[in-house]
């Protein structure tokens, strides 16, 4: 079991270019979510998805787009990046009730 | 407009001394609370907190639900330099939603 993946682990940007962040999970959840994590704000939900088909906008999911691709798969794309962006981003899973079990992160600097 | 407080907002402790972590929240029908520990990388799972579930212990750390409080406590005893890291508190919010509300985090430091 690798649980929870997150790919790449760091990306640098130049401001207005396009990246997608790839998060896997091999534990047949069916909620998963991206969260970034900035010095002194916790972790901010930006999107989720409670189940395969749906998702939903976070607190702040401004500058973000999503897709379920499918149950393990859950992938966050910045479309045109902003040093605003420059963050730390976990991906997450979770089944039904229980704990969320985070991925690694992923280091991204937008210059 | 749910939110999760903790306090202090950081701690700088000795190794064998006994730390408490505190988590205040405000949502509406409160279901779990859950608390997380994160040193360099990904926080990782200490304990849920439910209705049912209102305290939890491993080992020297231990956590209690005050319902009517709206608030939650992370007791850590006889600290090593291995507790240091960000102590996270998260609030499902609302019931059902499967979306967590995460506090700005405790940073603990413990010297030796």
């Known amino acids: 079991n690798a649980g929870v993946t997150q790919t790449p682990k760091f990306q640098v940007l130049k401001t207005g270019q396009s990246m997608t962040l790839q998060c896997a999970q091999d534990m047949n959840h069916n909620s998963m979510y991206w969260y970034r994590q900035d010095p002194g704000m916790g972790l901010r939900l930006i999107y989720y998805?409670?189940?395969?088909?749906?998702?939903d906008k976070g607190e702040v999911p401004n500058g973000y787009n999503v897709s379920r691709l499918n149950k393990r798969e859950f992938s966050l794309r910045l479309e045109s990046a902003a040093p605003s962006q420059t963050s730390v981003y976990f991906c997450a899973s979770r089944l039904a009730y229980n704990e969320q079990f985070f991925g690694p992160g992923t280091r991204l600097t937008v210059l | 407009e749910d939110k999760v407080v903790q306090s202090p907002l950081s701690l700088v402790v000795h190794e064998g001394d006994t730390v408490t972590l505190n988590c205040s929240y405000e949502?509406?029908?409160?279901?779990?609370l859950l608390w997380y520990k994160q040193e360099k990388k990904a926080p990782t799972f200490l304990f849920m907190l439910?209705?049912?579930?209102i305290e939890k212990k491993s080992g020297r750390l231990s956590s209690i639900l005050d319902k009517k409080e709206l608030s939650s406590i992370l007791n850590i005893t006889a600290t090593q330099t291995g507790d240091s890291a960000i102590y996270l508190c998260?609030?499902?919010?609302?019931?059902?939603?499967?979306?967590?509300?995460f506090g700005t985090g405790t940073r603990l430091k413990v010297l030796a």
């Open positions: 998805s409670a189940s395969e088909g749906t998702t």
């Open positions: 439910t209705s049912s579930g």
């Open positions: 949502v509406t029908n409160f279901r779990s």
């Open positions: 998260a609030v499902e919010a609302p019931p059902g939603t499967y979306k967590y509300i």
